[in-house]
């Protein structure tokens, strides 16, 4: 008989949310308990299975079933997260820090967990610092694939051969099946993920961009200030926020980020409910009780309240300025029951404080900062638009003397200007993948040339960067088609606006008069070969 205690609990997970493609994902669930069922030791696994899971049921399913090993079966996007869906039906991405948190609470309980996902190997390597044996996709996988995978895997715990024996048996079938993705899969262990104890420098170094910060820490002290700040994703938006910021924390003023990627989608459902929201969250910021109720009123229109809300309670209870910084303001760009509305009434704020009365008194207290990843897609009036008033900030890439500082800050003196000339003509001047080059380089775990020839495949320090990239390509036909014709052409491409605006915002091109050219060139060489 069984002893009840020795019987290894399994979770099933799957996601596949309305808009993802199409998976096999009920085949893939009914291979693994077919698979367990026959083998020999089948009264030693018990499964529980937990269909097109929605984020908030993960921790459920878990204390649920108080699993031993979780294996989750959908889709991924490199460090984007794993695609779920939320409480509306919209996909929600889950991102490696969330989910590790989320395993290290049950990490006493669970032994192993599966992630039969594309892409889902940086995820893994951040559970496997609390989980004991993780596995991930280093790249995408097929349906067949992952299928065959998943039979392997189980047929070798159902003979109990141990995590890691199971694992090479996946691996080897889907190599007997003929499909060339036998690589694909990765088992990241806790021991290993400890001993390798890869170079982490939490201390985010800052290189000033002149004479941008000047520019921003003059206009952030003028009564009514408004700082548009835009630039391509991972270009430094959000640092040099911080940086402004703080110089206004300096000045004593208050502060209150608001960060749109953090709203549900119910909140982005209707004009009311975010700027509800809105306003809770600058309260909250500023240690203030919401008082809602009390400042407003439904006499009033929708934009009128949350304009007296702020005169009449968040900027009246003090003579200091409040900074309200509005990050990941494009969010809203796909909202146009809230976009156009909420433009206006930034562009009221702002004009209402260049008032000499009582009223523009109060407001020119507020000093607003805005920033998106590129510009406004939806056509605005230009009389109720805030993007063509106050102090605009275009954050350019790295020059090649910034690129030098930020070396030298990284104690890589060593590395001399040709060296560092070879790196940017891979890369250009791009923040985020110089930074990336330069922590590994310090390491020493890699030399430039290594790094050079092995940066634009799936060997290379970029490749959870490029993938990522490749995921929002292949979710979005047109931006697939458009930046396929970019990078396999030798002159600029014209396309279409919003095809332009849009791989602008992801940081794929840069404009050459009115036509694209690639950002750099390890994104001509990667995607001329994955688009090709």
Not at 345 to 374: C, F
Request: charged letters at 20%; aromatic letters at 8%.
């Amino acid at each position: 008989m069984i002893n009840s205690n020795s019987i290894k609990r399994i979770l099933l997970l799957a996601a596949n949310p309305i808009g993802s493609k199409y998976l096999r994902l009920d085949e893939e669930m009914r291979e693994i308990q077919e698979g367990l069922k026959r083998s020999k030791n089948r009264e030693q696994y018990a499964i529980a299975v937990a269909p097109a899971v929605r984020y908030r049921d993960i921790h459920r399913a878990i204390l649920e079933h108080e699993p031993h090993i979780i294996h989750f079966s959908g889709h991924g996007a490199g460090e984007e997260g794993l695609l779920f869906e939320d409480e509306s039906g919209q996909v929600k991405f889950v991102d490696a820090e969330a989910l590790a948190g989320l395993f290290q609470l049950f990490s006493e309980q669970v032994e192993c967990v599966v992630l039969n996902a594309c892409y889902s190997q940086c995820q893994a390597q951040e559970i496997a610092q609390h989980i004991n044996h993780v596995i991930g996709m280093n790249q995408a996988i097929g349906d067949r694939a992952a299928i065959e995978f998943a039979v392997g895997f189980y047929d070798g715990l159902g003979a109990n051969k141990g995590y890691e024996f199971a694992y090479k048996l996946g691996c080897n079938l889907i190599r007997i099946a003929g499909i060339a993705e036998n690589l694909t899969p990765q088992l990241i262990t806790k021991r290993e993920t400890a001993l390798s104890n890869p170079p982490h420098d939490s201390r985010i170094i800052y290189i000033e961009r002149p004479p941008i910060e000047a520019k921003c820490y003059q206009a952030i002290i003028q009564p009514g200030a408004l700082i548009r700040i835009k630039a391509p994703q991972k270009m430094g938006k959000t640092l040099l926020l911080e940086k402004i910021l703080d110089y206004a924390r300096q000045q004593g003023y208050q502060t209150a980020k608001i960060d749109l990627q953090l709203a549900d989608i119910d909140i982005l459902d209707n004009l009311k409910t975010f700027l509800q929201w809105l306003c809770i969250e600058v309260a909250d910021s500023l240690d203030l009780e919401p008082k809602l109720d009390k400042h407003w009123q439904d006499i009033f229109g929708i934009n009128k309240n949350c304009t007296r809300y702020f005169q009449k309670y968040l900027l009246s209870i003090t003579d200091t300025p409040l900074v309200l910084a509005i990050d990941n303001f494009e969010r809203l760009f796909d909202y146009p029951n809230i976009f156009p509305q909420f433009c206006l009434l930034l562009r009221g704020w702002y004009e209402t404080a260049k008032q000499g009365d009582k009223i523009g008194n109060i407001w020119k207290k507020l000093r607003l900062v805005v920033v998106h990843s590129t510009e406004a897609y939806p056509s605005l009036d230009t009389n109720h638009s805030p993007f063509n008033v106050g102090t605009a900030i275009d954050l350019p890439e790295f020059t090649l003397q910034q690129v030098s500082e930020l070396a030298q800050q990284n104690e890589l003196r060593l590395l001399g200007e040709q060296s560092l000339m070879q790196l940017m003509a891979l890369v250009g001047g791009h923040p985020y993948l110089i930074q990336q080059a330069i922590t590994q380089l310090k390491s020493q775990q890699v030399t430039l040339e290594e790094l050079l020839k092995l940066a634009p495949t799936e060997q290379g320090i970029f490749s959870d960067h490029l993938r990522q990239q490749l995921w929002h390509l292949q979710h979005n036909s047109q931006l697939e088609l458009g930046y396929k014709q970019v990078v396999m052409a030798n002159a600029p491409v014209r396309l279409d606006t919003e095809v332009a605006f849009k791989l602008h915002s992801l940081g794929l091109v840069k404009h050459s008069s009115n036509d694209c050219v690639p950002s750099c060139d390890l994104y001509r060489q990667y995607f001329s070969t994955h688009l090709g």
